[in-house]
């Protein structure tokens, strides 16, 4: 979820020879299909622990929440080698601002008090973008290390048209004239053979279109 207001267990799943290590924002990425048709509640994820939730509710309730912090997460495992809890995140982001919390309504993740948190407390350089055309992640890649794109969460069926854009991040590491590379916190696992859109989906620039919003947050170099 995304906004542009103001304001064994697997913890990784496969992605073999990729530079960017991949992590859902449901605990147990090998059972990520089975949370997005419905068939296990969030409450009974095996690994919900590892979130660093205090307790399964707190899991429960915030872990359909915090693509962005997944997307947090890969940028910081990638930059530095270290592993954060996805929970310890997102709590540490609420006295920016990065979510708005009104009882059991979780609103976020906020593009500008989410820069104030990155910069601050994980000395990254980031820059929120708006109105960009697809077509325009090419260079903006030239220039940032990874961008992590508002899309709808249909984008992990890229061949059923989305009924909106944006309400949704995926962390693009790569974007050339051909395609669009990304890791998607909320992806479907590999089964039976068909390939998975967790670690590097690639997309055409025209279908990656159809999802994307047009705003993120650019994670610069250095």
């Known amino acids: 979820m995304d906004s542009i207001q103001d304001g064994p267990h697997a913890r990784a799943a496969s992605n073999a020879g990729a530079a960017v290590p991949y992590f859902c924002q449901w605990e147990s990425a090998h059972l990520a299909g089975a949370i997005i048709r419905g068939e296990l509640d969030l409450k009974d994820d095996p690994a919900w622990a590892d979130s660093g ?82 077509a325009a ?39 050339s004239a051909d395609e669009i590379v990304f890791h998607n916190p909320s992806g479907e696992p590999a089964v039976d053979g068909r390939p998975g859109t967790q670690a590097d989906a690639r997309l055409a620039p025209a279908v990656f279109d159809r999802y994307f919003a047009g705003r993120g947050v650019a994670i610069l170099r250095g």
């Open 53 to 134: 939730a205090a307790d399964v509710d707190e899991y429960a309730r915030w872990a359909s929440h915090v693509c962005g912090m997944a997307c947090l997460k890969m940028v910081l495992a990638a930059r530095t080698g270290r592993v954060h809890p996805t929970l310890a995140l997102a709590r540490a982001s609420l006295p920016y601002g990065a979510y708005t919390v009104d009882g059991d309504e979780i609103k976020g993740m906020i593009y500008a008090p989410f820069v104030r948190y990155v910069e601050e407390v994980h000395g990254l350089r980031a820059r929120v973008h708006v109105d960009l055309a697809t």
């Open 137 to 175: 992640l090419p260079a903006l890649l030239d220039e940032a290390e990874f961008f992590m794109a508002s899309v709808h969460p249909s984008i992990r069926w890229p061949d059923q048209p989305p009924p909106k854009k944006g309400g949704h991040l995926v962390l693009v590491t790569r974007a």
